[in-house]
C-alpha cells in the first residue's frame, strides 16, 4: 500500500492545556471509537498495551464516526477515535471537541465479485468506478450508516456525477465486517477500510478490484470531549489515553500491525512525536 505522508498540525501540548477543568473524579473512561480500529484487531493491541500501565479503566464503544460524534454530542463519551475529516472539524467548531489531532491512516479500497461486472478494473480513479458501477446497474452494498466510510462513499458518488438505481443500492446500516459479509453473499461492489477487509479476506471471495487514488485516504483523528458542555466528562482520564495514543509506544505497536498476520502495515501513523 502507498504510504501517503500527513502530519498533524499545531500544539497539541498547547491544546491539552486549554481543555479546561475536568469533571468529577471517575475511573472509566469512554472511548467512542470507529469499528475500522476495532474490526482490524488494532484497537485490542493498543488498550491490552494502555491498560498494563495504567489506573484508568477504558471502555470501547464502536459505533460509526457519525455515532460516535454524537455519543460526544450527547455527553455519553469522554474522547473519541474517529475518520470522518468534515463532520470532525463541525463538532470542533460547535464546541463540542478540544485538541482534535489527525495521527494515523489507512486507505479505501473498492472490492467486489472477482468476475467484476461493471469492469471497475479498468478505472484509473474512483470516481470513474463508481460512474461504471452505477452505468452497469451493478449491485453496491453501503454501510448507510453516517459512518466515516458512508461519508467517503457519498462523496464518491457525488464526484462520479452517478446514482445507483434504488434496486441496485442496498442500504445496510451496518458495519463494516457485516457490510463485507452481505455484499460478499450478494455478489455485489462496496467500498472497505482496507484493514477491515485484509482482516475479513479469508472468511469472503471479494477482492480488491480499485485502489491506491488518492482519494482514497482515510485519516483517523482523536478529539477530547469539551467537558464544558457535561460536568460528566472524565476529562483526565481521555488525557491519558489520547497521550498514550501519541506516544512512542503506542506508534510502535500502530506501524507494526498487520506485518505479521497479513505480511504487510495496516496503519501508518502520522503523528511527530
Not at 486507505?107 to 470513474?128: N, S
Not at 457519498?154 to 463494516?176: F, H, I, N, S, V
Not at 478490484?209 to 482515510?218: V, W
Request: aromatic residues 10%.
Amino acid at each position: 500500500m502507498k504510504n501517503f505522508k500527513f502530519f498533524a498540525a499545531g500544539a497539541v501540548a498547547l491544546l491539552l492545556a486549554a481543555c479546561g477543568q475536568s469533571g468529577p473524579s471517575q475511573v472509566t473512561v469512554r472511548l467512542a471509537t470507529t469499528t475500522s480500529v476495532r474490526d482490524s484487531g488494532l484497537l485490542d493491541e493498543l488498550l491490552k498495551a494502555y491498560r498494563e500501565n495504567s489506573a484508568y479503566k477504558l471502555q470501547d464503544i464502536a459505533v460509526g464516526s457519525g455515532q460516535a460524534m454524537q455519543l460526544g454530542r450527547n455527553g455519553e463519551a469522554d474522547l473519541l477515535l474517529v475518520h470522518s475529516p468534515a463532520d470532525e472539524k463541525q463538532f470542533v467548531d460547535d464546541g463540542f471537541g478540544l485538541a482534535r489531532t489527525t495521527f494515523m491512516h489507512n486507505d479505501f479500497v473498492l472490492v467486489g465479485p472477482e468476475a467484476d461486472p461493471a469492469g471497475v478494473k479498468t478505472a484509473k480513479k474512483a470516481a470513474e468506478a463508481f460512474a461504471k458501477i452505477a452505468g452497469k446497474g451493478a449491485l453496491f452494498v453501503s454501510r448507510a450508516d453516517k459512518s466515516g466510510t458512508h461519508k467517503k462513499e457519498l462523496m464518491l458518488w457525488q464526484a462520479a456525477d452517478a446514482k445507483p438505481a434504488a434496486d441496485r443500492y442496498l442500504e445496510t446500516g451496518q458495519g463494516m465486517a457485516a457490510v463485507l459479509s452481505v455484499a460478499d453473499e450478494k455478489k455485489g461492489y462496496t467500498l472497505t477500510d482496507r484493514s477491515t477487509y485484509l482482516s475479513m479476506k479469508k472468511n469472503v471471495s471479494l477482492v480488491i478490484l480499485l485502489e491506491g487514488d488518492e482519494s482514497l485516504i482515510n485519516r483517523y483523528s482523536l478529539i477530547l470531549v469539551n467537558p464544558a458542555k457535561f460536568t460528566t466528562v472524565n476529562s483526565e482520564g481521555a488525557k491519558d489515553f489520547f497521550n498514550f495514543v501519541l506516544s512512542a509506544p503506542a506508534q510502535k505497536i500502530i506501524e507494526g500491525y498487520g506485518k505479521e498476520k497479513y505480511g504487510q502495515q495496516l496503519f501508518f501513523y502520522d503523528y511527530r512525536i
